[in-house]
């Protein structure tokens, strides 16, 4: 087995009527992902419902009071790897939390599997998982035309599907879409391309996810650094010893590499770049990293390491989406806190601007915020934030809003 | 990335790097659970990667069940001592004695009775987070786990009222009195585990590897004969090649037969294997689909 595989996470997106678990149960099942032991326990429920067949979307049920009720309840996460990549999967339900989890699962996606029932074409949830999977940003979408088998595996319902569809993602923005035309029941098309879409030349949907380009997702460019934890052994050998450390979260930073630390400016030369397998002349994002300077200036937990021909603004106002995911709707007369890379700081919301109806993406100015609604809104913080444009940066446009009364995390912002 | 190969294996070492790092800064007083099994000294060499050349800024804790496999402990006394960690080794006898675990017959297996313990041992310290090595591939409960789980004052996981995690944004704070469980490995698989091994070059105890050993076959398991285990009448001893893929309690932790005696070799094995690690392993999770569920809601990690 290759142990210099990339890993890629990728979620799905669809109702459980458009076959998405079965979609997942066909990828695990036909990369042989499923162990014996998962597949009898599987076996045996099918047969005591009284099924002909078993039923791959079994697989992807977890949690006893979901089994109970028969839904899913929250986002799950599954594993299964190939020759190629090692995947990660995250499973997310259709019902009607579907925006808190979609938008949990998409936030550390590199990509979307939309589905669609090919009967169907593009509905109102097509689009809402679009909109969605544009507002968080995942960086490759991947149009899968599911249940060829029900339309006769006709080539023309397939191109009015995809042109429709294309359309539609070019308002939002989204370019990197590609369409594949699938039966996840019969198996055509997934991991073996099968006898029935022999029109179809472009690469199974395994193929798509095991070759999908996926280096320059993060953003490599602007050097982001927030300092997680300051090292200061104070012994022996390491007695004058001051490391700080943290992941890069976009970029690049070498030796000799004069750094800015925000917010308070000052600026120092890199010294070394220590790791527990030996110093690096140069560090890439997402490495974890310790960084030594020249000299010795005053850093703590939340700055942020930044170089010159790419700073960030340093703000303590400024404009985000938000996703708001509690049961208790946005209180304006409140304080929360927001955690932003490694800085927490106060904050309040000084104007609820508009919220998003996901379904027909008009915008409607009405000042509540209730669980899986999407808002537009000005915050400000008590200390300045080191921020970027969530559409340029994920690591540094986006922040978690945490009530401190519950210590619930209750929204997701992207920076805009 | 110019020339730099970033594999799975580097995305998710510096993805727990960074979890172990978030707990170290946020949490007042953390502590690693160090059991000497596989997943636990993969833990270690994360935080030697996260920390060095400080010491951990935490304590490594072993809830002892006393229903181990010698060869581990020995692993984790040795292998605390040479990182020069504090080890703090806590007991279900210590439990037993004082009354709060009743236990009907001694050589049934302790998992089920080790959470009692690890909170005493909660309460005792004042621990606000504990990080664990379990893995979301290893059971179906563990697959919707949070990497920061939050627990209640009695320890107890509730999972319908977990908190959304977003990107890797960690929200790590507690009431007194209420804790987190961390899974800074969550997103690794045994195949992962194996790899690393081979790649840090990481020592072991010498039980994962192919030895020949005495068993009793019941049903589709083969249990190893121990002071513990023995033959009841009609079962027949035998001596099998095995070796163990999970190091739990002695009396419910059964070997797969194999003869992979290196990490290249169980490596070959991993990738084709077609029965899933506790499966395989942990008599005690086949009782019902939905014991591991059920266990960790009365505070199991």
């Known amino acids: 087995m290759n142990s210099n595989m990339q890993l890629l996470r990728f979620i799905t997106a669809g109702s459980v009527d458009d076959g998405k678990s079965t979609l997942i149960g066909r990828l695990l099942h036909d990369s042989k992902s499923i162990f014996e032991d998962q597949f009898s326990a599987i076996s045996k429920t099918s047969e005591k419902r009284g099924m002909a067949a078993v039923d791959l979307s079994l697989l992807t049920d977890g949690l006893q009071a979901e089994r109970e009720q028969g839904i899913t309840i929250d986002v799950a996460y599954r594993y299964f790897a190939t020759p190629k990549r090692k995947f990660i999967i995250g499973d997310t339900p259709g019902h009607e939390q579907y925006t808190r989890n979609m938008v949990t699962a998409a936030s550390t996606a590199n990509l979307v599997v939309i589905l669609i029932d090919a009967r169907r074409g593009v509905l109102v949830q097509t689009r809402r998982h679009s909109y969605l999977a544009s507002l968080v940003g995942i960086p490759h979408i991947v149009l899968a035309v599911n249940k060829m088998d029900m339309v006769d595996y006709s080539e023309a319902r397939y191109n009015e599907i995809c042109t429709e569809y294309l359309a539609f993602a070019a308002q939002l923005g989204l370019h990197n879409v590609t369409c594949v035309p699938l039966s996840a029941l019969v198996g055509d098309m997934l991991v073996d391309r099968g006898d029935n879409l022999n029109w179809y030349q472009g690469p199974t949907l395994m193929e798509l996810l095991e070759n999908v380009e996926i280096d320059h997702d993060v953003n490599t460019t602007d050097f982001r650094f927030p300092v997680q934890w300051v090292c200061r052994p104070q012994t022996g050998e390491y007695h004058d010893f001051r490391g700080f450390m943290g992941r890069i979260e976009a970029g690049e930073v070498s030796v000799g590499d004069e750094v800015t630390v925000l917010p308070s400016g000052r600026t120092s030369t890199v010294k070394e770049i220590v790791t527990f397998d030996g110093n690096l002349q140069t560090a890439y994002a997402p490495q974890s990293i310790t960084l030594r300077l020249d000299d010795e200036i005053d850093i703590s937990r939340g700055d942020m390491f930044v170089k010159k021909d790419a700073m960030p603004d340093v703000e303590k106002e400024f404009e985000a989406m938000l996703c708001w995911l509690s049961e208790t709707p946005l209180d304006k007369s409140r304080k929360y806190l927001v955690k932003h890379t490694t800085r927490t700081a106060k904050c309040v919301f000084s104007s609820i601007d508009y919220r998003v109806d996901v379904n027909t993406l008009e915008q409607h100015a009405e000042p509540v915020v209730n669980m899986n609604d999407i808002a537009h809104v000005k915050l400000k913080v008590q200390q300045p934030l080191v921020i970027d444009h969530y559409q340029r940066n994920r690591a540094s446009g986006s922040f978690i809003v945490i009530d401190e009364a519950t210590n619930n995390t209750v929204a997701a912002g992207m920076i805009c | ?301």
Not at chain 2, 123 to 131: H, I, K, L, R
Not at chain 2, 170 to 184: A, D, K, L, Q, S
Request: net charge negative; aromatic share 8%; glycine share 6%.
């Open chain 2, 1 to 301: 990335m110019n020339n730099h190969v970033f594999t799975h294996l580097d995305a998710l070492e510096s993805e727990s790097i960074h979890i172990m790092r978030e707990v170290a800064a946020e949490c007042k007083n953390p502590a690693l659970l160090f059991s000497g099994g596989k997943d636990s000294i993969v833990m270690l060499r994360l935080a030697e990667k996260a920390f060095r050349p400080c010491k951990f800024p935490f304590p490594l804790v072993h809830i002892d069940t006393e229903h181990n496999f010698p060869e581990v402990i020995a692993t984790r006394d040795k292998l605390a001592s040479d990182l020069g960690e504090r080890l703090i080794v806590r007991s279900l006898e210590a439990s037993i004695n004082r009354g709060s675990i009743v236990i009907k017959n001694p050589d049934l297996p302790r998992n089920p009775y080790q959470s009692v313990t690890l909170l005493e041992t909660i309460e005792e310290f004042g621990f606000d987070a504990c990080m664990g090595g379990a893995r979301r591939d290893e059971e179906k409960a563990r697959a919707k786990e949070r990497i920061f789980s939050f627990r209640d004052e009695f320890g107890q996981w509730d999972p319908k009222n977990q908190r959304p995690e977003l990107w890797d944004i960690y929200n790590t704070r507690v009431h007194p009195g209420e804790n987190i469980r961390v899974f800074p490995i969550s997103n690794w698989t045994e195949l992962d585990i194996w790899q690393y091994i081979g790649r840090e070059n990481l020592e072991i105890p010498c039980i994962y590897y192919a030895h020949e050993r005495e068993v009793i076959r019941r049903g589709n398991s083969v249990i190893p004969v121990s002071d513990l285990v023995q033959p009841k009448p009609g079962e027949k001893v035998e001596v099998l090649s095995v070796r163990f893929r999970t190091v739990g309690d002695v009396t419910c932790t059964a070997p797969v037969e194999s003869t992979a005696g290196t990490v290249e070799e169980i490596i070959a094995e991993t990738a084709t294997t077609r029965i899933t690690e506790r499966g395989a392993t942990r008599m005690d999770d086949q009782t019902s689909d939905a014991s591991m569920e059920l266990r960790k809601k009365e505070g199991y990690f």
